[in-house]
């Protein structure tokens, strides 16, 4: 019988390659003639080119997911961070995309998702801290 030995520790980029790598074999081979995942970014530039606001997510056959949103605090309120949604949903719907997901936790921006038109879908109560929850929410394009 063989033996494995378990190490832990903090972040580890080629670790997090590696998985990425072979869950995408591993995906590709049980969605045959479904296009690979691909990462879908938007970016706010302020005029001296620096991030103003930014999303990251991704794509992967009929379903776009959001994973992180940011708004630098000197610019929220104004707008951006609806551009920002439309700009990432209006290329989603592009590659064929039907609906997307997005979780946030309730001190971030699960009101702003629900004002855009999504819906929650499910709630973990008690993540990460007691009287918090993440939020689950997805829209349908």
């Given at each position: ?42 970016q706010l530039l302020d005029e001296s080119g620096e991030l103003a ?18 708004v630098r605090d000197d610019t929220r309120g104004a707008g951006l ?61």
């Amino acid at each position: 019988m063989r033996e494995y030995r378990s190490v832990v520790a903090g972040g580890l980029p080629e670790l997090d390659q590696r998985l990425s790598d072979e869950l995408d074999t591993f995906n590709a081979a049980a969605t045959p003639g479904v296009d690979a995942a691909r990462e879908l970014t938007v970016q706010l530039l302020d005029e001296s080119g620096e991030l103003a606001a930014g999303l990251s997510g991704w794509t992967w056959g009929v379903a776009a997911g959001i994973g992180m949103t940011w708004v630098r605090d000197d610019t929220r309120g104004a707008g951006l961070g609806s551009r920002l949604l439309a700009s990432f949903e209006d290329e989603a719907r592009a590659r064929g995309c039907t609906h997307v997901f997005v979780t946030s936790f309730t001190f971030q921006a699960p009101g702003f998702y629900e004002r855009h038109g999504y819906r929650e879908i499910f709630r973990w109560d008690g993540v990460p801290t007691p009287g918090a929850a993440d939020v689950h929410l997805r829209k349908d394009l």
